[in-house]
């Protein structure tokens, strides 16, 4: 099959109905509202697309869907439970009062989503075109519009921002090239340009969870066949070398970061977050309930006042700040999630679910807080949505 430049085909392949673009849109609002035009917006873009969504589940819940898989709805729940010890010592500070409101409203939501819109994996694969389009948004914002500088960045300054969508949308386009489909030229456009975003923005997360995933993918996803596989690692190692090409027009300070993430060399950043990780380490063992959601700020304080701080690691900062449980129950969550993910990597959309999860949770590891991680709760979400414990994903042959 020669590959196909018919539009026409390649966006019905990546068409996703409302419902999921608005579940998309929720997870990718932090990033748009900041920008130049939806900055004007005159309502709170997050709290406008969280209402929309609520509305749609309701409305979904009302004509009769429900969680396939109710042990996959019992154990996220049961995670967010793990929560609450966090919340109920959280310290008198604004930034911990926002952190507690907002895990229990849109990282749940974000988390919940899916058990009510992914019915199948046809809808798996709408929910991730709905993501892809929001990161290709996200991505043509930075690449044609974004601030000149040392380092690509959306137009609202955000170089981990324009990382993570681009870094995100790269992966997703590469796993679906290993399978042929209309449109492939579009797809490998889109999948080039994303590289590059990610490459120029000097945002070191994106890439390694990039890697990551996709050798993952060859090495544990079970591709549709040897042609697959070796589209994918012919892919892959097609887009190292015209990445590493483009390298050379990459900003001073994007190509700088990239050189010495290639050559094992610790920079500022790489330090400041060992140097959390080590603090919040040290503290475990004399808090097993945690310091409460914020505390990393007001009691390891690296940063010195500021109030917003945050160690860059999922696991150390739940662990830190909720707790032994929390901790615990975060590692099963995510190693279940990535088990139900693994399991359905027979078809193209769980390929792709498996591919984003791990660039997710990779990403969870290197940056960000807890709540800047909507877009991996919802594949959480989505992971165990279908999944039934020793049974396989729910509905595999649907």
């Known amino acids: 099959m020669r590959p196909s430049l018919d539009l026409g085909a390649w966006a019905r392949r990546q068409g996703a109905p409302p419902r999921f673009l608005i579940l998309a849109g929720f997870l990718f609002a932090g990033e748009l509202k900041a920008g130049p035009f939806l900055a004007r917006f005159p309502a709170d873009l997050t709290l406008v697309s969280g209402f ?32 609450l010890p966090g919340a109920g010592q959280a310290p008198d ?16 939501l974000a988390s919940l989503a899916p058990f009510v819109l992914v019915q199948d994996r046809h809808d798996l694969r709408r929910l991730l075109n709905g993501m892809a389009l929001f990161c290709l948004a996200i991505t043509l914002g930075g690449l044609l519009g974004g601030k000149a500088g040392p380092r690509l960045e959306t137009a609202a300054g955000g170089t981990i921002a324009l990382g993570r969508a681009a870094g995100l949308l790269f992966t997703l386009g590469m796993v679906q090239l290993s399978e042929p489909g209309p449109g492939e030229l579009a797809t490998l456009a889109v999948t080039a340009a994303a590289g590059v975003a990610a490459l120029f923005s000097g945002a070191r997360g994106p890439m390694l969870g990039a890697v990551l995933a996709l050798a993952l993918g060859l090495l544990l996803g079970r591709p549709g066949g040897a042609r697959s596989r070796f589209r994918l690692a012919a892919g892959s190692g097609v887009a190292v070398a015209c990445l590493a090409g483009a390298l050379a027009l990459a900003p001073a300070g994007s190509r700088n970061r990239t050189e010495a993430f290639l050559h094992g060399r610790f920079g500022a950043s790489e330090r ?24 990393f700020a007001t009691t390891v304080d690296l940063d010195r006042g500021v109030a917003r701080q945050y160690p ?23 190693a279940a999630a990535l088990g139900a993910a693994w399991a359905q990597t027979r078809h193209l959309p769980g390929r792709m679910l498996f591919a984003g999860l791990v660039f997710c949770v990779v990403n969870a590891m290197v940056s960000g807080d807890l ?20 049974l396989g994903p729910a509905g595999e042959g649907a």
């Open 371 to 390: 709540n800047d991680n909507r877009p991996m709760f919802s594949l959480v979400g989505a992971a165990l949505a279908r999944w039934r414990p020793r």
């Open 312 to 334: 860059h690691n999922l696991l150390a900062e739940v662990t830190l700040e909720s707790g032994w449980v929390c901790g615990a129950g975060t590692v099963l969550v995510l």
């Open 272 to 295: 400041y977050r060992a140097e959390a990780v080590r603090a919040c380490w040290a503290r475990l063992g004399e808090h097993p309930w945690g310091l409460g959601w914020g505390g």
């Open 93 to 108: 500070t604004p930034y911990a009062f926002q952190k507690v409101c907002t895990i229990f409203t849109f990282s749940l």
């Open 52 to 83: 929309l969504l609520a509305a749609v589940l309701i409305a979904r819940w009302i004509r009769g869907a429900r969680a396939g898989a109710v042990a996959g709805l019992a154990l996220a729940g049961l995670w967010f439970l793990t929560f």
